[in-house]
């Protein structure tokens, strides 16, 4: 267990806290929901720097650490789209393209192959964690403008949702094939 590996951890146990404050009816607890978003998230950038950094990239951290980012921002897409923010198709297709993608991994890690985090993977997680703080955020102003670039985020978010997972694919096929 590493120190990054243990800020991993803590971005799990935020993400839990998170789904339980967002759900209480007040605005007080949807504030502290989004404060723990936003921690979440800040630790995601990081542990990642933490562990390249000072060398201490391990099999647990990399295995927990999507796995981490996934509770985080599935559990506040579910939180939303609960509310009625964000569309349940929205929801739904992001879902699918985490499950086809990590399942397309999975397959690949028993034939000792590894599919690496893409560039368009890291700016589809970004760009749904700054999506989710602007929904999460207008959740409790409730502001028009911030209505439409929460809207304009969340679907560049759902954009690179998709091309992110046509990329893991063909990688991910085309290293099946080889």
Excluded: C, H
């Excluded at 933490?50 to 506040?76: H, Q, Y």
């Amino acid at each position: 267990m590493t120190g990054p590996t243990y800020l991993t951890i803590s971005r799990m146990v935020f993400s839990t806290l998170f789904l339980t404050f967002i759900l209480i009816p007040e605005t007080w607890s949807k504030i502290t929901a989004l404060v723990l978003f936003i921690i979440a998230a800040i630790t995601d950038k990081i542990d990642g720097i933490w562990a390249r950094k000072k060398k201490l990239v391990t099999d647990l951290g990399a295995f927990l650490d999507p796995l981490a980012d996934k509770m985080l921002i599935n559990l506040a897409f579910l939180a939303l789209t609960y509310y009625g923010v964000v569309p349940v198709a929205v929801f739904a297709i992001i879902l699918v393209r985490d499950f086809a993608v990590d399942g397309m991994r999975m397959m690949a890690a028993r034939k000792g192959v590894t599919i690496s985090a893409s560039f368009y993977g890291k700016l589809k997680t970004a760009t749904q964690m700054t999506a989710l703080i602007i929904l999460l955020f207008n959740f409790i102003v409730n502001i028009e403008l911030i209505t439409i670039l929460g809207n304009i985020a969340l679907y560049l978010a759902l954009a690179l949702t998709i091309i992110s997972g046509m990329d893991y694919l063909y990688k991910g096929y085309r290293k099946f094939i080889k």
